[in-house]
Nanobody, 119 residues
Framework: QVQLMESGGGLVQAGGSLRLSCAAS????????VDWYRQAPGKQRELVAS???????NYVDSVKGRFTISRDNAKNTVYLQMNSLKPEDTARYYC?????????????WGQGTQVTVSS
């Protein structure tokens, strides 16, 4: 079994920073691609950032230059550093990991962490 534990969300003023973490535990052989999504009330879930197993990253245009996705493979943990936050970044943020137990690959979602940016 695999569990994901997200943390790091909260309330911050515009221009501030937050660092989200997503720690995977359980039967893990390897972690492939990792994505961070967000969903604001009344809106569809949006892919915000991605990182491959090799460390290549990709970002939605609205966060480029402000957000940084990273991973610590030794700790089975991924991060999303969010700087210069804007009110429009307010959403619930979810990590999504493709994890192998040594036999099969499966997709796992974190429980989400709320980010609220006040103006």
């Amino acid at each position: 079994q695999v569990q994901l534990m997200e943390s790091g969300g909260g309330l911050v003023q515009a221009g501030g920073s937050l660092r989200l973490s997503c720690a995977a535990s359980g039967t893990i052989s390897s972690i492939n691609a990792v994505d961070w999504y967000r969903q604001a009330p009344g809106k569809q879930r949006e892919l915000v950032a991605s990182i491959t197993s090799g460390g290549s990253t990709n970002y939605v245009d609205s966060v480029k230059g402000r957000f940084t996705i990273s991973r610590d493979n030794a700790k089975n943990t991924v991060y999303l550093q969010m700087n210069s936050l804007k009110p429009e970044d307010t959403a619930r943020y979810y990590c999504n990991l493709r994890i192998s137990n040594g036999l099969t690959w499966d997709l796992f979602w974190g429980q989400g962490t709320q980010v609220t940016v006040s103006s």
